[in-house]
């Protein structure tokens, strides 16, 4: 049984900075990409950030490109979103996913976390 858990969200104010965390079980995690997506309310899923399973290719969505770097630790299993100079715009629970490529669209991971709300205030 595959098993995401997000951590590290919560409420910060603009111009702060936060690092969330999904910690992977279930299947051998560096055989696989990873990828962060953002939902804000009213609004669908929206693409944040994707990581190879070596960890050698990472793609960012141009709102969070610079802001944002993605990286994961295979020893533990781990994948990290290090997100600062956040914006108000950034308030949305976040979630990390797990899929055999490396895409935007979220069909594309069979394995989602439960998600982490991180609240950004102006």
């Known amino acids: 049984q595959v098993q995401l858990v997000e951590s590290g969200g919560g409420l910060v104010q603009a111009g702060d900075s936060l690092r969330l965390s999904c910690a992977a079980s279930?299947?051998?995690?560096?055989?696989?990409?990873m990828a962060w997506f953002r939902q804000a309310p009213g609004k669908g899923r929206e693409f944040v950030a994707t990581?190879?399973?070596?960890?050698?290719?990472?793609y960012y969505a141009g709102s969070v490109k610079g802001r944002c770097t993605i990286s994961r630790d295979n020893a533990k299993n781990t994948v990290y979103l290090q997100m600062s100079n956040l914006k108000p715009e950034d308030t949305a629970v976040y979630y990390c996913?797990?899929?055999?490529?490396?895409?935007?669209?979220?069909?594309?991971?069979?394995?989602w976390g439960q998600g982490t709300q991180v609240t950004v205030s102006s």
């Open positions: 990581i190879s399973g070596s960890g050698g290719t990472t």
């Open positions: 279930g299947r051998t995690f560096s055989r696989y990409t």
């Open positions: 996913a797990s899929g055999n490529g490396a895409t935007t669209t979220p069909v594309t991971y069979d394995y």
